[in-house]
Antibody
C-alpha cells in the first residue's frame, strides 16, 4: 500500500525558514517523480515543485523559485522541501504527491502538513 | 502558463441527478494531458480521471471524462451521496503544471 507522510509544518515568521519532509513507502521510490502541491486555506490547488526519480532534475513554480529547494534521499525514501524567506502568501497545506509513471499527474497524495507564515 | 477555468463554481444537484462539470484552457492542452481530482473536506485530493477520459483504479464507471483542445468535461452520470465534493481539473501537458479553481458539487 502506497503511503506518503508529510511532516515539518508549523508556524513561522515572515522571512523565516522551514523544512518539510515526506516519508514514502509501498512503492519503488526512486522510480517515480514526485511533487509538492499546496492549498491555501479555503482555496484551490497550486503546484509548487517537482523532482525526478533520481533527484537530478527539479522544477519550480515561479512563485517559489529561488526561495524553495526540493530534494530527495532515495536511500531513506524521503523527500525534502527547504523553504526560505517565507511570505504570508506561502501559508497553506503542503501535500506531497506521487506522479504516475512520471507523467505529471498524481495517483497518490499524502494527508498534508500545514505551514502558517505569520508574525 | 496554461490557465484552467472551471465552471460553474458551484453546482447544486440532488442525488441521482447528472452532473456536468467544465474545464476550459487558455491554450490547447497538449496530447489531452488533463486529469480530474475529487476532494472532500479535510482530505487530500483523489485522482479520478487521467489522459482526459481514463478512469483511475477503483473509480466507479458513473464518472467519465471527455474533451480535447481547450474544452474538457467531467460527467457524473448519477450522483451518489459520497460524490458531493469539490472537483479540480489539472493539465500536465506543459510546465508549470496548473489546476483549475474547482467546482463544488453540493446537495440541493
Amino acid at each position: 500500500e502506497v503511503q506518503l507522510l508529510e511532516s515539518g509544518g508549523g508556524l513561522v515568521q515572515p522571512g523565516g525558514s522551514l523544512r518539510l519532509s515526506c516519508a514514502a513507502s509501498g512503492f519503488t521510490f526512486s522510480t517515480y517523480a514526485m511533487s509538492w502541491v499546496r492549498q491555501a486555506p479555503g482555496k484551490g490547488l497550486e503546484w509548487v515543485s517537482a523532482i525526478s526519480g533520481s533527484g537530478g532534475k527539479t522544477y519550480y513554480a515561479d512563485s517559489v523559485k529561488g526561495r524553495f529547494t526540493f530534494s530527495r534521499d532515495n536511500s531513506k525514501n524521503t523527500l525534502y522541501l527547504q523553504m526560505n524567506n517565507l511570505r504570508a502568501e506561502d501559508t497553506a497545506i503542503y501535500y506531497c504527491a506521487k506522479e504516475r509513471e512520471s507523467s505529471g499527474y498524481f495517483d497518490f497524495w499524502g494527508q498534508g502538513t500545514l505551514v502558517t507564515v505569520s508574525s | 502558463e496554461v490557465v484552467l477555468t472551471q465552471s460553474p463554481g458551484t453546482l447544486s444537484l440532488s442525488p441521482g441527478e447528472r452532473a456536468t462539470l467544465s474545464c476550459g484552457a487558455s491554450q490547447s492542452v497538449k496530447s489531452r494531458h488533463l486529469a480530474w481530482y475529487q476532494q472532500k473536506p479535510g482530505q487530500a485530493p483523489r485522482l479520478l480521471i487521467y489522459e482526459t477520459s481514463n478512469r483511475a483504479t477503483g473509480i466507479p464507471d458513473r464518472f467519465s471524462g471527455s474533451g480535447s483542445g481547450t474544452d474538457f468535461t467531467l460527467t457524473i452520470s448519477r450522483l451518489e451521496p459520497e460524490d458531493f465534493a469539490v472537483y479540480y481539473c489539472q493539465q500536465y501537458g506543459s510546465t508549470p503544471l496548473t489546476f483549475g479553481g474547482g467546482t463544488k458539487v453540493e446537495i440541493k
